[in-house]
């Protein structure tokens, strides 16, 4: 019976891919209304207006199944505002665990439930930031509270 094994090297580059194509995916694919999968447009009126928990939008992806039983995520947050979102506080489920590191830069628990992301940092129009976990629950991540900061220049 031969055993297989997989280097951290290879689930690191697995990671890494579907953080891409999750990535790829955001920037090629226009953003559809629920009404019909129409792109969506924004009437000169509304142009700068923002609202920080609407216009973030969360995608994760399941990946790599490992042989401990614990599944790999990738998670990658894009703001399809027409100006920065700073502040951007993401509920994370009770006690978010991951059992791959996390870079405290970019997600950090800060209460039960409650997790800030890049550091409370800006994240500017079509920007994103992406981070992978891995874990034996699926945390349902969403946007709680983010603020609007000033149009880019």
């Not at 792109?39 to 928990?53: L, S």
């Not at 703001?79 to 700073?86: E, M, S, W, Y």
């Not at 800060?110 to 992406?130: E, F, K, T, Y």
């Amino acid at each position: 019976m031969a055993a297989t094994t997989c280097s951290v090297a290879a689930m690191g580059s697995f990671i890494t891919a579907v953080v891409l194509v999750a990535t790829f995916l955001l920037v090629v694919i226009p953003t559809a209304s629920a009404a019909g999968g129409a792109t969506t447009a924004v009437a000169p009126e509304d142009a700068g207006k923002c609202d920080g928990t609407k216009d973030l939008y969360v995608n994760q992806t399941a990946g790599y199944l490992r042989s401990d039983g614990a599944k790999e995520y990738g998670v990658v947050v894009t703001n399809q505002a027409a100006v920065p979102v700073t502040g951007i506080h993401l509920m994370c489920g009770y006690k978010f665990r991951s059992l791959l590191p996390v870079d405290p830069a970019v997600l950090v628990q800060v209460d039960h439930g409650d997790c800030l992301l890049a550091g409370g940092r800006a994240v500017p129009p079509g920007g994103n930031v992406s981070f992978a976990y891995a874990g034996y629950v699926r945390y349902d991540m969403s946007v709680v509270a983010a603020t609007c900061g000033e149009r880019a220049a």
